[in-house]
């Protein structure tokens, strides 16, 4: 984490307590975005940004 934007990406992702619980939820290990989304009351394309911002910030990974 050498790179200042790095560490601001982070910081912005671990700042939102949504983004928070999202981790917290994918401690246990990798789950599908709808599987995610059903843990919350908001919109699937809500969920679908906080993980792009997740990714931004390294802190989660996806594939298909």
Sequence with gaps: M???ASLQYT???LADPTRREILEILKNGAMP???IAEHFSITGAAISRH???L???????DHR
């Design 2 to 4: 050498n790179n200042p």
């Design 11 to 13: 910081l912005r992702a």
């Design 33 to 35: 975005a709808g599987e």
């Design 51 to 53: 993980l792009s911002v």
């Design 55 to 61: 990714k931004e910030a390294d802190l989660v990974r």
